[in-house]
């Protein structure tokens, strides 16, 4: 079956329709998981909810998955001579991915070689092999006040201890360029009080390529190349489905880190390295990061737009780029409570307290995600809804 054979199998594009309503939650890396713990019924209750408004999940727009060319990816990395897409591979990757990946990371300022990068089987493992390298006895990280749970959970599982104070810590997980779940960038006086420390950096920087205003910025790593474990991934910019990422650890721990690698699962799944290769060597990913800024912005706008329409008390500062905006309401009701009111009017979204390290429910907010429901106008319904029942509920 030629690519074009296989298209006609696939659902249409984004250029003839949107995907419909994704589901409540979501998968690990991709934001906060509201099927476990204290949420999961609600979790469920939601997910069998006709005709229910998403705000949850964290999930890149379905419409803008490119399904026809990656399906002539898939279709040029079968027909390939020895057919390397279906054999085992290195632990460290796919070379030219991973020189494509490097040649990004120079572009922004980091002095990088193919060599450098380790393909990982999603971000979520590049995050993982970075914490086990700074993980030591009794050993804490410093995080935002609000940050990624799938990190937050991992340093759990990992007996490392969470600190959001500002207090003395072992080592950092940031997201410098674009922080999870508020979308404000780290400032210039916060990066260099972060490298004063001379502690070693998790740079988680997943959104980094959605910044509203432009070109990734300059990361951490192009700073402190000794001690930033640089962590990047294409969910968010093509889709989470292919399960590729990257780390480029410190030059001196690199032998270590790969051994990690090997050990946990021999190597990066090497059909969808093939598949992202074909497909970055064929198209223009520059132009396509242009065309998904601009979408996200725009929804972004016609969020905070019914934000300020029908619930102008509710306080939230507008994300400098992804796929979310973290609000502030004016009352503070039982989080699991409202959760489940909200869901009876037909729109879910992310309880704050996922964020946090401490799992603290005050002060009230949730995070509302803009990025996967599958129509504009779904927006201004999803926030009108949610002012129906805060006016039922505060």
């Known amino acids: 079956m030629d690519a074009t054979a296989l298209a006609r199998h696939l659902p249409p594009s984004s250029e003839t329709r949107r995907s419909p309503t994704?589901?409540?939650?979501?998968?690990?890396?991709?934001?906060?998981?509201l099927g476990v713990g204290r949420f999961d019924l609600l979790t469920r209750r939601a997910a069998e909810t006709p005709?229910?408004?998403?705000?949850?999940?964290?999930?890149?727009?379905?419409?803008?998955?490119?399904?026809?060319?990656?399906a002539g990816s898939f279709v040029r990395a079968l027909q390939a001579p020895s057919c390397p897409a279906l054999q085992y591979g290195w632990p460290e990757g796919d070379e030219d991915l991973r020189s494509w990946i490097a040649g990004q990371l120079r572009r922004r300022g980091a002095s990088v070689a193919r060599d450098d990068i380790i393909v990982t089987s999603g971000a979520q493992q590049a995050v993982s092999l970075a914490a086990q390298m700074v993980r030591g006895p009794h050993a804490r990280i410093g995080v935002d006040p609000e940050s990624y749970p799938g990190a937050l959970d991992l340093f759990r599982s990992l007996g490392m201890g969470l600190v959001d104070d500002g207090s003395h810590v072992d080592a950092y997980y940031l997201m410098p360029a674009l922080p999870n779940p508020r979308g404000r960038r780290l400032s210039a006086h916060e990066r260099a009080k972060v490298l004063s420390t001379l502690r070693p950096v998790i740079e988680d920087d997943a959104y980094a390529d959605l910044c509203f205003d432009g070109a990734a910025p300059r990361p951490l790593l192009a700073e402190a190349p000794d001690r930033v474990f640089h962590v990047g991934t294409f969910s968010k910019t093509l889709c989470p489905g292919l399960r590729?990422?990257?780390?480029?650890?410190?030059r001196a721990l690199r032998a270590d880190v790969l051994k990690l690698k090997q050990a946990a699962d021999l190597q990066a799944a090497s059909l969808p390295q093939a598949i992202l290769e074909d497909y970055l060597r064929n198209e223009d990913f520059d132009q396509r990061l242009v065309r998904l800024r601009e979408f996200y912005a725009r929804r972004?706008?016609?969020?905070?737009?019914?934000?300020?329409?029908?619930?102008?008390?509710?306080?939230?500062?507008?994300?400098?780029g992804g796929f979310a905006i973290w609000v502030e309401p004016d009352a503070e009701p039982n989080e699991a409570f409202f959760l489940a009111a909200a869901i009876e009017h037909g729109v879910a979204f992310d309880p704050g307290s996922l964020f946090r390290a401490s799992g603290a429910v005050r002060p009230f907010a949730l995070r509302l995600c803009f990025s996967s429901v599958s129509r504009d106008e779904d927006l201004d319904e999803g926030v009108r809804r949610l002012s129906r029942c805060w006016s039922e509920v505060a």
């Open 22 to 33: 994704p589901p409540a939650s979501e998968p690990p890396r991709s934001g906060p998981r």
């Open 300 to 320: 972004a706008a016609r969020m905070e737009q019914a934000l300020r329409r029908y619930l102008p008390r509710w306080k939230f500062e507008p994300p400098a």
């Open 244 to 250: 590729v990422g990257w780390l480029v650890p410190p």
């Open 51 to 70: 005709g229910l408004i998403s705000f949850a999940g964290g999930l890149p727009a379905p419409g803008e998955f490119p399904r026809t060319k990656l």
